[in-house]
């Protein structure tokens, strides 16, 4: 009997704890609700079969405790059972399975008005890069990647010229305009995370990974890192800064252009030659 009532209070524990736990999702500053949707579908198809296991396992255990002129049945198989057990199962995992599916198809299929927002990973660090003028970002190639060019930009295409390279942790963004996040990493694995926009995707060096969203609350959002990526992870932070249009502009034109970067660079060498 002691058993049985102490796996009850775990059981109820557990769902109270659940209900009234600190720890809950953060507001949502994006269009991903269907983000939310899927985990808290989750937390009841996962939730439901805990509580009946659970539940069940408490009957069991008052039900048949011993009793000295009881005998126990051996029955390894029931048919009927195992059939409604499969089905009940089956209709559970693709709960759990179809709609995060139906998400992830939504959230990589880019919207044509999305601007584009590179983000370069680094041990361990966040730069970007934006689409000048043109709006269009220039060619990058591993192979070009220096000091001097560490986004890796293709000095021959004149679309690059323009491109703003932001060699700060903070990135803006103009809230309601959808943003396609082009994922990059000079070094190792490295995870792309701001928890408020509901997304997050690993960026592989040599590959480029990307996902959209649109951000929908002004504010300052934090970056984490969500991949281990060596014993600076947990400071790779950054911030992103959502705003409306005209501060935005603002931040925007005291941007560098990668011109104005190997302008100076070319003083800064011959400066250095005289
Ligand atoms: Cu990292």
Request: hydrophobic share 45%; net charge negative.
């Amino acid at each position: 009997m002691t058993i049985a009532f102490v796996l009850f209070l775990v059981v109820v524990g557990t769902l109270i704890f659940h209900i009234w736990s600190p720890w809950w999702l953060t507001p949502l500053a994006s269009n991903w609700s269907g983000m939310d949707e899927t985990l808290l579908l989750t937390f009841w198809v996962t939730g439901g079969v805990f509580m009946a296991v659970g539940l069940f396992m408490v009957y069991c255990v008052w039900r048949y405790r011993y009793q000295k002129d009881r005998k126990s049945e051996y029955k390894p198989e029931d048919k009927k059972l195992e059939f409604h057990l499969t089905w009940i199962t089956a209709v559970g995992v693709v709960a759990l399975l179809a709609p995060g599916l139906i998400v992830w198809n939504k959230f990589v299929t880019v919207p044509e008005n999305a601007v584009k927002v590179e983000v370069m990973a680094y041990q361990w660090g966040w730069n970007y890069r934006l689409a000048g003028e043109d709006e269009i970002l220039g060619k990058t190639s591993i192979h070009n990647i220096s000091d001097d060019n560490p986004y890796g930009l293709d000095l021959d295409d004149p679309n690059g010229k323009d491109d703003l390279l932001v060699e700060d942790a903070d990135l803006h963004l103009q809230i309601d305009k959808p943003v396609k996040v082009l994922l990059r990493s000079i070094d190792v694995l490295h995870n792309f995370y701001v928890p408020e926009f509901r997304a997050k995707m690993d960026m592989v060096p040599g590959m480029i990974t990307f996902y959209w969203f649109t951000p929908t609350k002004t504010g300052e959002y934090e970056i984490l890192c969500a991949e281990l990526c060596g014993t600076g992870h947990y400071a790779m932070l950054g911030t992103v800064v959502v705003e409306e249009e005209s501060d935005y502009s603002n931040w925007l034109a005291q941007q560098t252009s990668f011109e104005q970067i190997l302008a100076q660079n070319k003083t800064i060498q011959l400066t250095e030659k005289q």
